[in-house]
């Protein structure tokens, strides 16, 4: 079982920047969660969860990189962490509510399958 707490926690951190309207900080924020997600990967108890969450972490890491390049910084936050939710939901297997993101679907689905 992973031990999500620490990403989680780095994603209020960008949550909170966003709050405040500070691009730098949530970017900071962002990279160090992209940082921790791809620990997860190595924390790992068997291949099957270590290849979900490194394709998870490769298929965020790489959405986010792009929207903060184009300056949508706040966008790219809110993006990583419905993705993430989505992800934790998925890999325990709970049920999918009814009104969520596309970015949170798609971490559903990563962390259902794989895929």
């Given amino acids: 079982m992973l031990d999500m707490d620490r990403l989680f926690e780095l994603l209020d951190e960008a949550k ?3 709050k405040c309207k ?3 900080t949530t970017k900071a924020y ?4 992209e940082i921790e997600a791809f620990r997860l990967a190595g924390d ?3 291949k099957e969860e270590e290849r979900k969450v490194r394709a998870a972490a490769v298929y965020i890491s790489g ?4 929207l903060t390049w184009n300056e949508k910084t706040f966008t790219a936050a809110r993006t990583a962490i419905d ?7 998925g890999l325990h297997e709970r049920t999918q509510r009814e009104r969520v993101s596309t ?3 798609r971490g559903y689905r990563f962390g259902r399958d794989g895929s």
């Fill in 16 to 18: 909170y920047g966003m």
């Fill in 22 to 24: 500070c691009s730098t």
């Fill in 30 to 33: 962002l990279r160090l969660a």
């Fill in 44 to 46: 790992a108890e068997d």
């Fill in 63 to 66: 959405l986010v990189n792009k």
């Fill in 83 to 89: 993705f993430w939710y989505g992800f934790e939901d």
């Fill in 103 to 105: 970015a949170f679907r």
